[in-house]
């Protein structure tokens, strides 16, 4: 079991920056790959970004490259989301989620480990 623990959501205006922990506890962390979703209001989840069990490979969503940058520190237990250059569309809650393996996927079905989400709310 892998319990997940998000923070550092809030408010923000368009073009700010962010950024989100997400604190991991219970099975051996640095072999879990990790990843980020977003869910906007009235929408499905979407995939943000992952990285690899070692942080040696990272993947993003079209729609964040660029802008947002995924890390984490083993030693810590700890991923991260920097956000930058925020946009009104980032909105949403964005949950950590973990997976035990080396590959990152980029659909919900794919990770068994959720975290409770954290507000993100980008004003115009």
């Known amino acids: 079991q892998v319990q997940l623990v998000e923070s550092g959501g809030g408010l923000v205006q368009a073009g700010g920056s962010l950024r989100l922990s997400c604190a991991a506890s219970?099975?051996?962390?640095?072999?879990?790959?990790m990843a980020w979703f977003r869910q906007a209001p009235g929408k499905g989840r979407e995939f943000v970004g992952g990285?690899?069990?070692?942080?040696?490979?990272?993947y993003y969503a079209d729609s964040v490259k660029g802008r947002f940058t995924i890390s984490r520190d083993n030693a810590k237990n700890t991923v991260y989301l920097q956000m930058n250059n925020l946009k009104p569309e980032d909105t949403g809650v964005y949950y950590c989620?973990?997976?035990?393996?080396?590959?990152?996927?980029?659909?919900?079905?794919?990770?068994?480990?959720w975290g409770q989400g954290t507000q993100v709310t980008v004003s115009s």
């Open positions: 990285i690899s069990w070692s942080g040696g490979s990272t």
């Open positions: 989620t973990a997976r035990v393996g080396t590959v990152v996927g980029t659909e919900t079905t794919q990770y068994p480990y």
């Open positions: 219970g099975r051996t962390f640095s072999m879990t790959t």
